[in-house]
């Protein structure tokens, strides 16, 4: 008798390595599943686990420390924002003392150009008023 001969023999071994690559795919995607429920299992343990009373008196004081630091920053805060507003204040009255010191030294400036302009004009009128003696004074002679 002839030897059975498959004739898709190389077709059954490509399926047979697929197989094999999927049940190893499926291993791994199994073991991910394996460890997902029990890190969900370790939470829901977690959440479900009744604390001691240290434990809420803990829990406690840590949030009463963190509502008194709060305060205190708070606190910190409107100290510097009075600051920050007294310093503005300050400011703004330095501001306006250099304002009125400008505006006095501007018409002070003013001032004096008018007392120079007098001055040039009354000048101008002596030397006017003196050239004109003495045209008449020359005229006389």
Known sequence: MRKFRFRLQTLKRHREMIERE???????????????????DGIDEIRNKHYSSIHYW????????????????????KEKEQEAEDAYKEFMNARQEVK??????????????????????????????????????????
């Open 22 to 40: 999927k049940q190893g795919k499926l291993s791994l995607v199994m073991t991910s599943l394996k460890e997902a429920k029990a890190e969900l």
């Open 58 to 77: 803990l829990i406690d004081k840590y949030l009463r420390g963190l509502k008194i630091r709060r305060e205190e920053i708070k606190t910190r805060l």
């Open 100 to 141: 009125k010191l400008s505006v006095l030294h501007d018409k002070q400036f003013e001032m004096h150009k008018e007392k120079e302009r007098k001055r040039e004009n009354k000048l101008l009128s002596d030397i006017y008023i003196m050239r004109d003696r003495l045209n008449l004074k020359s005229e006389e002679k």
